[in-house]
Each structure stands twice: as structure tokens, then as C-alpha cells.
């Protein structure tokens, strides 16, 4: 079933930055009790439309959901050359603004996904004690910046992750200056493989460096013409072409100061204990691969033994929204939300575990 944005309740609230910040507040349907409240993190290049379908199931379940617009995105604001809100404490901050004010006191269930992801984990050790349990899709956790490292250098990144190779170019005003007037054909570019028809899983090819911009510029004149195949494109294509690409791609300008904020608020390397945590990973991210989220590497940011990976099979990115895949994420972390609340038992399937740290399984 097709969702239009018009379809959920959304809010604004301004906060202490000055920032007004839109938002979703889904209560669930008349008749169903209500339980804990999930709060959503969106990534790039999306906004609180991008969870819809988890939306429509956690609601069926009983929650309550809400899912800020991030800065830059959707109807929150987008202010341009101003960094500082558009770090992932800013993010932080202002979730837990939306949350006080809508009288949500209750620990939360955190979902994150693609900086989203990011966003989430970082709320985990910002604010630990509102957090019940986290589950993130695709981005997996890392440790936060300690006082006598240097500064995060972006050709050292890449050196180490090759993937994100793109975001060099994202951080240039070149990239500012060709995906901004042409926010439509890169929004069709971004969404193509799901909405198209004409899936293929995602080689990573494009997420090297010098790849994206290349294939950007050769394929917005092709899309300049052509059609937007699916509504629901549709209303990615008007948000971000009202809106501009300026503010989102501020993003990944942030590391320095990210990177700082955790340093000054004395981040650990590790994530807290107890708190029950998800890693779901697709199979075919180009931008986020599996071996990001190898449990050998994730086993040490968890000494209390509370992560727990499953891998989405014949998933890409945008698992959340393949029209192939989705009915499998949203039950699966449907599932996982309910079990880690104690409302039922979890109905998957579940491998034996492969690391003495992180249980890990495959969903099929």
C-alpha cells in the first residue's frame, strides 16, 4: 500500500537553537493500547517520510511514533554555511527537546538508519538513561572521538573505508553547485533501483572516489526528461526540490565538529551496558558493506555482551523501503521491538551464533 506524507500527523516545535524542527508523531490506532514510544533517525538524502512503512507497523503494534525531520531535510529548517546545526549533538539535543515537550518521560526505543544510524548511536551515549533498547539498519557503531587523537582527515577515512569515497566530493561546493539545481534528477537517481522496477544489487562502484560525480553528471541530463515512476518518488522529488540540496549535503561537512563534541563531552570508546542493541545489515550496501559490521570488530565496543547483528538477505540500502524486502525488515524489527519489551517473543528464525560476542543470524 502506497503512503502519502499528507497520510501521518506531523508537528513543528522551535527549538532552544532557534532551529523549528518538523516532525512525525504517530499514535497508534483507535483501539489499540498504547506502549512504549519509538523514536526514528533518518539518513541522507531522505526525511521522516523515508520511515513510513515501520511507521504503519509500529503503530499496528501499539506504539507511538516519532521521527524528526533532521536539519536541512524535509520541513525543518535549512539554514546554509551555518555547520553547527547540522552536527549529530545538535540532532541529539534536538530529540530530546521534541521528546520533553510532547511529555514522553518513559526511556524510548531508538531506530536508526544510513547517518541516522549514526545519529542513534550517539543519542546511546549522549543520553543512555532515556534509551530502553536501539536498533539501527545499515550503519554500524563506531567509537567516538578521545582526547589526543587527531582531528578525523577525510583521505585517511578513505584509505580505510573506501566506500566513502563520495564524500569527499560531498564536501566540496562542486557538489553543492551540481546535485542543488538538480535536486529532482538526483533524488530519482538516489531512489531509481527500488522504484524503477529494475532492481540490481548494488556493486559500491558508484561510492568510490571519483565515481559518483562522474555518474551524477552524466545522468542528470538522461533524467531531465523522463518521468518520476512511483508517487511515492514523487514526494521525495517536491520535498527536496522546495527545499534545496545545500542543507542535507551539510552533513558531511560536520566530522571535525562531531568529532570535537564527543571529545568535550568525554564519550567513551565503549557503548553502555544493558541496553539491548541491533545492528541489522543489508547484504548489498554500497555504501556501508558487510564487512563494516564484521562481529570481530563490533565484540569490543560491547564488553557486556548486549549486541546482537542479523543480515537482511538480498537487501541494499534502502531496505526499508524496497518494495521486495520491506515486509521482511519491518516484521523483523517489529519483532525485535516487541521481544526487547517484553510484549512477546520474537518469531524469527535465529542462527547459532558465529562469535562469542555478537549473536549473529541471517533473515532470509
Not at 69 to 92: N, R, S
Not at 335 to 340: E, G, H, N, Y
Request: glycine share 6%.
Amino acid at each position: 500500500m502506497k503512503m502519502k506524507l499528507s497520510d501521518f500527523n506531523r508537528k513543528q516545535l522551535t527549538v532552544s537553537s532557534g532551529m523549528n524542527y518538523s516532525y512525525i508523531d504517530q499514535a497508534p490506532p483507535a483501539g489499540i493500547d498504547t506502549r512504549e514510544t519509538v523514536l526514528c533517525f533518518h539518513g541522507f538524502p531522505d526525511f521522516s517520510y523515508g520511515w513510513r512503512y515501520q511507521i504503519q507497523e509500529l503503530t499496528q503494534r501499539g506504539y507511538r511514533v516519532i521521527v524528526p525531520d533532521q536539519a536541512g531535510c524535509g520541513d525543518t529548517d535549512k539554514p546554509v554555511g551555518e555547520l553547527k546545526f547540522y552536527t549529530i549533538l545538535a540532532a541529539v539535543n534536538a530529540a530530546v527537546e521534541i521528546l520533553k515537550h510532547e511529555n514522553i518521560n518513559d526511556q524510548v526505543v531508538v531506530l536508526g538508519h544510513d547517518w541516522g544510524g549514526l545519529i542513534a548511536w550517539r543519542f546511546l551515549q549522549y543520553r543512555s538513561a532515556q534509551v530502553k533498547a536501539i536498533a539501527v539498519l545499515c550503519t554500524p557503531p563506531s567509537p567516538a572521538g578521545q582526547q589526543g587523537q587527531k582531528e578525523p582527515d577525510i583521505d585517511f577515512i578513505i584509505s580505510r573505508i573506501p566506500t566513502f569515497g563520495y564524500q569527499k566530493w560531498f564536501q566540496t561546493p562542486e557538489a553543492d553547485a551540481t546535485i542543488d539545481p538538480n535536486s529532482r534528477e538526483f533524488m530519482m537517481m538516489a531512489y531509481w533501483n527500488i522504484w524503477s522496477g529494475a532492481w540490481k544489487p548494488d556493486d559500491g562502484v558508484w561510492s568510490h572516489e571519483g565515481n559518483l560525480e562522474k555518474m551524477i553528471n552524466e545522468t542528470i541530463p538522461k533524467l531531465q526528461a523522463a518521468d518520476v515512476p512511483s508517487s511515492e518518488l514523487q514526494e521525495y522529488v517536491d520535498t527536496f526540490t522546495n527545499g534545496g540540496m545545500r542543507g542535507p549535503l551539510s552533513w558531511y561537512k560536520t566530522r571535525v565538529l562531531n568529532f570535537h563534541d564527543e571529545v568535550d563531552n568525554h564519550l567513551p570508546v565503549t557503548f553502555p551496558p544493558r541496553v539491548p542493541c541491533l545492528m541489522l545489515a543489508a547484504t548489498n550496501d554500497g555504501a556501508l558493506p558487510l564487512e563494516m559490521s564484521d562481529p570481530a570488530k563490533l565484540a569490543p565496543l560491547f564488553p557486556d555482551n548486549n549486541l546482537e547483528r542479523k543480515v537482511m538477505e538480498s537487501s541494499d540500502h534502502w531496505l526499508l523501503q524496497d518494495p521486495r524486502i520491506r515486509h521482511k525488515v519491518v516484521k523483523t524489527v517489529g519483532d525485535w521491538v516487541d521481544a526487547r519489551c517484553g510484549h512477546q517473543k520474537t518469531s524469527m528464525h535465529v542462527e547459532a551464533p558465529i562469535s562469542g560476542k555478537v549473536n549473529v543470524s541471517v533473515v532470509a
